[in-house]
């Protein structure tokens, strides 16, 4: 049975981003918003603490263990515990941009002209930034969502578009510059390492729910729409999956993090046709589409 609903006709609206497999990976994933929730109560509840009896931030005691592993906080401190090997396409990061790959309003070529230009941009990676703040805004954070897989999948509107900028940025520099920067415009896509901005862990996601009528971590709805739609493309071109993971302010919160990552990585099932997605609009009760 569904844990999950959707607001109105988004599932509908955004077939492409609530593709079946991300609908089973958000399920699968419910667990971890109860921890979620529980270790944001326990940030708050530490805050009033301090506020209420004046205390300063402490450090961590050096043989206590950092909660959700079983590493000691000396032996972090002494850098004794292994991590993975930065991949090669994140080792040289000498310039890197920010911003999302969706604008308000308008139509979709309109909007992901934001990915093309990221990736025409020569940057070595891009942080494309699903900001705390697209959540808030209609259908911002799943526009973003939705031109990334166009531009990471190379649908033929995104290379259109693609093409057009690139045309754009040459005609400007052959005025300024006096030569163009673009040679290849479709190898310049494939250089910039393309990396992903969640929301953070104390944000409820705008379009997803529990069917309780509590609210869902945008931070898992973030994750899972970007890495079940795009990690088989970007692995296949030989790009890395990366995540840039915000507003972390414990070495427990970042295990969490950790442990969801985990989690998600091998769920790749199917949603079974006779399954239906619960939905909900702000003026009825739940529906089914």
Not at 48 to 69: C, G, H, M, S, V
Not at 105 to 110: A, M, N, P, V
Not at 119 to 148: P, V
Not at 159 to 179: C, H, K, M, P, Y
């Amino acid at each position: 049975m569904s844990q999950l609903e959707f607001r109105g006709n988004v599932v509908r609206e955004y077939d492409d981003v609530f593709s079946a497999e991300a609908v089973v990976a958000l399920e699968a994933l419910v667990p971890f918003d109860d921890e979620r929730k529980a270790v944001m109560a326990a940030r708050l509840t530490r805050r009033d603490e301090r506020a209420r009896t004046r205390q300063r931030i402490k450090f961590l005691d050096p043989e206590a263990r950092i909660a959700r592993t079983d590493i000691l906080v000396a032996d972090a401190r002494a850098g004794r515990f292994t991590g993975s090997e930065i991949p090669p396409d994140l080792r040289r990061q000498w310039i890197q941009g920010t911003g999302p790959g969706a604008k308000r309003g308008g139509t979709i070529e309109s909007s992901i002209r934001n990915v093309a230009h990221a990736l025409l941009s020569g940057a070595d990676g891009w942080m494309f930034d699903g900001e705390d703040a697209l959540g808030q805004i209609g259908t911002m954070s799943l526009d973003n969502q939705r031109n990334l897989k166009l531009a990471f999948h190379h649908d033929p509107l995104f290379l259109n578009v693609a093409r057009e900028v690139a045309g754009e940025i040459n005609q400007w520099s052959q005025q300024f510059l006096g030569r163009p920067v673009i040679q290849d415009w479709q190898a310049q896509l494939e250089f910039t390492t393309r990396i992903f901005r969640a929301r953070g862990l104390h944000l409820d996601d705008r379009h997803v729910r529990r069917t309780d009528g509590s609210g869902f971590s945008a931070s898992i709805v973030d994750l899972v729409l970007y890495v079940v739609n795009n990690a088989a493309r970007l692995r296949q071109d030989g790009s890395s999956v990366v995540l840039y993971l915000p507003k972390i302010q414990t070495a427990e919160e970042a295990a969490l993090w950790s442990d969801i990552i985990d989690a998600l990585e091998p769920t790749s099932v199917c949603l079974p046709a006779s399954s239906r997605y619960t939905c909900w609009s702000s003026s009825s009760k739940p529906v089914f589409s």
